[in-house]
């Protein structure tokens, strides 16, 4: 690709386009009107003018209403005393409405940015990524800073915003936390500012949550940003983060995290930026994927495609690992479903066998395997479910097909047992009856008390089980000093390294309360070892589209 422009000559170009097309765009002149009466401008050119006009005029427009707030009227013969700190009125909170055209090609980078500086090297790929793909480059900062930027480059003092954003009427991005650059947690206490929708901090820590609601309502989620100015001095680079916002078509919004390597580079999904826009590749795949609780019985039709079908996540980003949790779901014999009204509702349904699903469930992970990939299955309490079910006396099941299925793994523990004495733990029953219902021999088991560390990242743990025994919470988990992903609670959050990844389950299954936090999410790791999280909507979507260059933009129009 040809070598992109550096970030001031860019910006003095956009200077030059701006200011001669101020006339146009005031006369109410579309960009195809414009393209008319200079056909050889192109689309992108115009469009990315017609952008930094819209955004001068929103900028002149709030140095205006701040003249009028700092315009004090003296009477020099009657001096008012100061008001009592009970009367003091805050300034009004002031928020931009930002629309943007939904669709693949469009988008914000947004990121949260201090006066005391930023790196250079991860803004550049930033900036290089936003007028690669014609994004709308964002950084945010608190309105307390609005006059401390006057040494910053000039395309940041271009772009940069100190005010709440609403975008569309589905996210509400809040320039100022409230909180401290150094806490870990800047998103909790502003997961209410917008009604139970969308809402996206800027802010330094790495955090996101799945916000409550009702069952039959889609997923929100409250995001931070991430930063390209670090709150800690001595630590490197790799803290920073800036936050993708997609919109598709439809409306529907999705959130990537560009965390920045040592070198500040990044990945999104297969696109890696480095260099400052000299090196942008478009084929990238990842080192793992730590898919959601898969629950495979009754797994959401839209999530199994949209991550395994034909040209799904799993063929698209090609992991050298692929991580499974809870993908055993031991429908028709758990505890939960051998009461007398559940065994008469699979009798109706013609179900209830536990060697079939057991079969359907392999041949399922079987499916998942590729030449260029590893998969490991983590111990979890569905897989316990199994255990407990062969470690009862089934033979007064209703379904001779499970009375058989039981005894022909009692035969098999004892003949384990036999074998090896010492080593024998009861969680290798469901690892033997997977293999005789067909699972490949090459698909491995990772078991509690084990590890399973790629690059420095945890995947082994379910998070069913906590510290020293106690009941499952991911929040234990920041104690251990490094990152680390997992699954069970099917509530995606981050927060302090932990990873909690989602369900591929339904999300309103009629067991399930009133409300709830339960999401699509799975977990990516890149090769530079930072841990994402993408949530992934019902229809098994994770984002609006591959992006469009701008030269293809061009030559398309």
């Known amino acids: 690709m040809p070598k992109l422009p550096k970030p001031d000559e860019l910006s003095r170009q956009l200077r030059y386009d701006v200011a001669n097309l101020t006339s146009s765009f005031e006369e109410g002149l579309s960009v195809y009107q414009v393209l008319a009466q200079r056909p050889g401008w192109g689309i992108a050119r115009v469009k990315r003018a017609r952008k930094q006009y819209l955004a001068d005029r929103v900028l002149k427009e709030l140095a205006r209403m701040q003249e009028t707030q700092n315009t004090t009227v003296f009477d020099q013969k009657t001096p008012k005393l100061p008001p009592k700190v009970g009367e003091i009125e805050k300034p009004p909170l002031r928020e931009i409405d930002l629309h943007i055209t939904p669709g693949q090609s469009n988008g914000i980078v947004a990121f949260h940015i201090s006066p005391s500086g930023y790196d250079e090297a991860l803004v550049a790929n930033l900036w290089a990524f936003c007028n690669a793909y014609c994004l709308l480059f964002l950084p945010l900062a608190k309105p307390a800073d609005r ?299 990772v078991w509690r008390g084990q590890s399973l560390k790629v690059e420095g990242v945890e995947h082994g743990v379910h998070f069913h089980k906590g510290i020293n025994g106690s009941p499952g919470n991911s929040a234990q988990y920041r104690n251990l000093g490094y990152p680390i992903v997992g699954g069970h609670p099917h509530t995606p959050s981050i927060m302090s390294g932990v990873t909690t990844v989602g369900t591929a389950g339904d999300l309103n299954e009629k067991w399930d309360p009133d409300a709830t936090t339960k999401a699509h999410a799975l977990a990516i790791q890149y090769h530079n070892g930072h841990v994402v999280l993408m949530t992934q909507h019902p229809d098994g979507r994770v984002d609006a589209g591959p992006l469009v260059r701008v030269d293809q933009m061009a030559e398309a129009a």
Not at 172 to 197: E, R
Not at 256 to 272: I, K, T, V
Not at 280 to 296: L, N, T
Not at 336 to 357: C, I, P, Y
Request: proline share 4%; charged share 25%; net charge negative.
């Open 147 to 445: 006059d401390r930027f006057e040494k910053f480059p000039q395309f940041i003092q271009d772009h940069i915003v100190f005010d709440n954003i609403r975008l569309g009427e589905d996210i509400l991005i809040i320039s100022d936390a409230g909180k401290a650059l150094s806490v870990d947690d800047p998103i909790t206490h502003l997961m209410t500012a917008h009604g139970g929708k969308h809402v996206v901090v800027a802010h330094p820590a790495i955090a996101m949550k799945s916000i409550p609601r009702l069952a039959c309502d889609g997923a929100h989620f409250a995001w931070s940003t991430g930063s390209v100015t670090l709150a800690d001095p001595e630590k490197d680079r790799t803290q920073c983060q800036a936050l993708f916002i997609q919109i598709a078509s439809d409306g529907m919004p999705f959130f990537h995290q560009l965390r920045a390597a040592a070198d500040g580079s990044f990945q999104y999904q297969n696109y890696y930026v480095a260099d400052a826009g000299d090196t942008i590749w478009e084929d990238c795949r990842v080192k793992v994927a730590h898919w959601p609780d898969g629950h495979f019985d009754v797994m959401a039709p839209g999530v199994k495609n949209g991550l395994f079908g034909d040209g799904g996540l799993l063929d698209r980003l090609k992991p050298e690992v692929q991580v499974f949790e809870d993908i055993l779901n031991f429908t028709d014999r758990s505890k939960f479903t051998r009461t007398s009204t559940e065994l008469a509702r699979q009798h109706h349904l013609n179900r209830g066998s536990v060697r079939k699903e057991i079969e359907a469930t392999a041949a399922f992970l079987n499916s998942c395997r590729r030449d260029w990939t590893n998969i490991y299955k983590i111990e979890d309490n569905h897989g316990a479910r199994l255990i407990e079910w062969l470690e009862g006396d089934q033979r007064r099941d209703p379904l001779p097909d499970n009375v058989k299925f039981w005894a022909r793994m009692l035969v098999a523990k004892h003949q384990m047992l036999e074998d090896d004495p010492e080593d024998f733990r009861l969680a290798y029953l469901e690892h033997e009856a997977m293999l005789q219902c067909g699972l490949a021999g090459d698909i491995r088991y």
